[in-house]
């Protein structure tokens, strides 16, 4: 397809998924976001100029203190030793993925007592140490080299302070090109950027315009990997690495190689911030922002909560090589949400307001989450199976951001038992404390024989007292004819009301687990129906679940 400058942005994002071929006049001054050619190579005078602009104007959103760390050390780009982080030194860090590539495994050389890289480095670490000196940087924080692998109490503590490392750091370069660190960064060292096709004719120039750098990023195997998640959106500041170009994305602004960004004309009269008729960059990019609203002074308690959820979606759409890494890959989205304008805790990653009347109710929201249609889910059995973080799949809740939808919680009780014994309220609990069960008292609903209504055209396949319903199922892959026939025996699975909106309703399903003492969650009903009717039609038998 061949496009001329100038034409509708809107467009071209709709149109510009594989690459394209532009018109472009060269009687005329660019206009913004028209096309324009790429460097062959990393050129960073365009990443410093994106820097500085960001450094001098964006001071309410891109600028923060810097956070306490301790133990965080840092590489020096210019004598390759590893040395401790001295507080408000500016430093570079490095979002990439992991390989099994022949030089990864190379330990850290001490030479003269000081640690230092080894001489044989993956590429995108070496590219990395290229980049931060061209952008007059010294220091760069490589997670390999600069947390001890082996000293499982010191990469703790690491982990747990995971968002302070990518916040003070004043750019992240995430690496979106390739498998993995082998590869390196496109236009830096050895890899080089492809041709890019560039022809004139009368005039004017015609180009090859790439792919949109969202869609390129978001089909990278980079944003498949589950510690990526957190490191990008912790970052102030990240410069991405694509095979065709580098896009930059602060807390305000985004911007790209291959088009024109007048940068005054993106912002408003003061420069603080882009125009709100921008699009939003990729990171961040959720149910409540598609355009640049990040100002967050006036956000709601319920707008903040569905951020979080968002992230949670988002987060669980990602892979982790280890089961435990569940939680500790999205520590740093959990420790930023407790220090907001509305903190919130969590239990098991499911998230609630640390105070307020609403707690409760927030929290048994959190335990709303379903699997997502066709997820393939799998049992993370190191934590319970009530919270998202027990199961690998991605979930997905059904909410809103606007202030004046709000959850009803239907529990008569709620408490959190640990293995040794003792039980604690929501108010009671600490976060620290790892209480695996959750006991509820709730409404019981009988499910048989209306549970199941076939499949039959313009209806919904299961029906609950009457109204449609639709079934999210984590455990396994059975047909809706097995499930119906095994939900007969009620001995062993209950259909449990937690709560819902004003017309929509939540069943969670239950399976009695092998002890025969204590339950698993297993999957949810969403029920279209109002409340006030559903808890008439539902009847009044209740029981008390232990649920592991």
Not at 248 to 256: G, P, S
Not at 384 to 402: F, L, N
Not at 403 to 412: E, G, I, P, R, T
Request: hydrophobic share 35%; net charge positive; charged share 25%.
């Amino acid at each position: 397809m061949l496009v001329a400058q100038g034409s509708d942005m809107r467009h071209r994002y709709s149109i510009n998924l594989s690459g394209r071929l532009v018109l472009l006049d060269s009687s005329t001054d660019p206009q913004i976001f028209s096309p324009q050619p790429i460097s062959p190579s990393f050129d960073p005078n365009l990443v410093l100029s994106w820097l500085d602009y960001c450094t001098r104007h964006h001071r309410l959103l891109c600028h923060s203190k810097v956070l306490p760390v301790n133990g965080v050390k840092v590489i020096d780009c210019t004598t390759l030793q590893i040395e401790d982080y001295v507080t408000n030194t500016p430093y570079v860090s490095l979002s990439y993925v992991w390989g099994k590539s022949k030089d990864v495994g190379r330990p850290i050389e001490t030479i003269e007592g000081r640690k230092t890289l080894p001489e044989l480095l993956p590429r995108v670490i070496r590219d990395s140490i290229q980049v931060t000196k061209a952008l007059g940087y010294r220091y760069l924080w490589v997670d390999r080299f600069c947390i001890d692998q082996d000293a499982a109490e010191l990469k703790h503590d690491q982990i747990q302070q995971m968002d302070a490392i990518y916040k003070n750091s004043q750019l992240t370069i995430i690496s979106a090109a390739g498998q993995d660190e082998s590869y390196g960064l496109p236009g830096v060292g050895a890899r080089d950027r492809p041709h890019q096709f560039l022809a004139q004719l009368d005039g004017a120039t015609i180009m090859r315009d790439p792919m949109d750098p969202h869609t390129v990023i978001s089909k990278s195997h980079w944003s498949t990997r589950g510690w990526t998640f957190q490191e990008a959106l912790l970052s102030r500041r990240r410069l991405v690495f694509t095979d065709d170009q580098v896009y930059f994305q602060c807390n305000t602004m985004n911007c790209f190689e291959s088009n024109h960004f007048p940068l005054d004309e993106m912002h408003i009269k003061d420069k603080s911030k882009t125009r709100e008729t921008i699009r939003s960059g990729i990171f961040g990019q959720n149910k409540c922002k598609t355009y640049g609203k990040l100002v967050r002074d006036k956000e709601s308690l319920n707008y903040s909560f569905v951020r979080y959820l968002s992230n949670v979606e988002n987060y669980t759409s990602r892979n982790l090589s280890f089961d435990e890494d569940s939680l500790n890959a999205f520590q740093g989205i959990i420790k930023q949400f407790s220090q907001e304008r509305y903190a919130f805790n969590h239990v098991w990653g499911l998230a609630y307001p640390s105070n307020g009347p609403r707690s409760l109710d927030v929290f048994v929201q959190s335990l709303t989450w379903m699997h997502r249609k066709k997820t393939k889910a799998r049992r993370r059995n190191l934590f319970p199976s009530w919270t998202w973080a027990g199961w690998e799949g991605q979930i997905e809740y059904k909410v809103s951001p606007r202030k004046n939808v709000s959850f009803s919680n239907a529990l008569h009780d709620l408490r959190f038992h640990g293995m040794a014994g003792g039980s604690l309220s929501l108010e009671e609990l600490d976060e620290n404390r790892s209480h695996a069960v959750l006991r509820i008292t709730a409404t019981t609903l009988s499910l048989v024989p209306d549970v199941y209504e076939g499949v039959k055209k313009a209806r919904k396949v299961w029906g609950i007292a009457s109204h449609g319903a639709k079934l999210s199922w984590s455990s396994g892959n059975p047909t809706v004819d097995e499930l119906a026939e095994k939900f007969k025996d009620t001995s062993r699975w209950q259909f449990v009301y937690i709560g819902g909106f004003l017309n929509q309703c939540f069943v969670m399903i239950l399976e009695l687990g092998e002890s025969g003492r204590t339950w698993q969650r297993v999957g949810m009903f969403r029920v279209d129906a109002y409340q006030q009717t559903f808890r008439k039609l539902i009847g009044k038998h209740i029981s008390t679940f232990d649920i592991e």
